[in-house]
Nanobody, 122 residues
Framework: QVQLVESGGGLVQPGGSLRLSCAASGSAVSADVMAWYRQAPGKQREMVAA???????NYADSVKGRFTISRDNAKNAVYLQMSSLKPDVKAVYYCNADVYSSGSGVGWSNYWGQGTQVTVSS
């Protein structure tokens, strides 16, 4: 069984920074595309940033220049560095990844983390 375990959310003041982390654990062997999504109250979940194993990245227009996605392939982990935060980024942030598992369901599957709350407020 594969789990995506997230950390790093919380409350930050406008203009501040936060770093989200997500690591695939359990029977995870390798990860391909890893991404961060977010869902604000009353809105649909949207992709924030994604990164391939090769390092190729993709960002939502709304976060370009302020957010940076990175990964550690050895740890099957992905990170989201968020800077110059504004109140409009308040949402639950979810990690998503395509993971190869060696467990009972051996092979590639897509997984979601449990979500971590990000709030920007003074």
């Amino acid at each position: 069984q594969v789990q995506l375990v997230e950390s790093g959310g919380g409350l930050v003041q406008p203009g501040g920074s936060l770093r989200l982390s997500c690591a695939a654990s359990g029977s995870a062997v390798s990860a391909d595309v890893m991404a961060w999504y977010r869902q604000a109250p009353g809105k649909q979940r949207e992709m924030v940033a994604a990164i391939r194993r090769s390092g190729t990245t993709n960002y939502a227009d709304s976060v370009k220049g302020r957010f940076t996605i990175s990964r550690d392939n050895a740890k099957n982990a992905v990170y989201l560095q968020m800077s110059s935060l504004k109140p409009d980024v308040k949402a639950v942030y979810y990690c998503n990844a395509d993971v190869y598992s060696s467990g009972s369901g051996v092979g590639w599957s897509n997984y979601w983390g449990q979500g971590t709350q990000v709030t920007v407020s003074s």
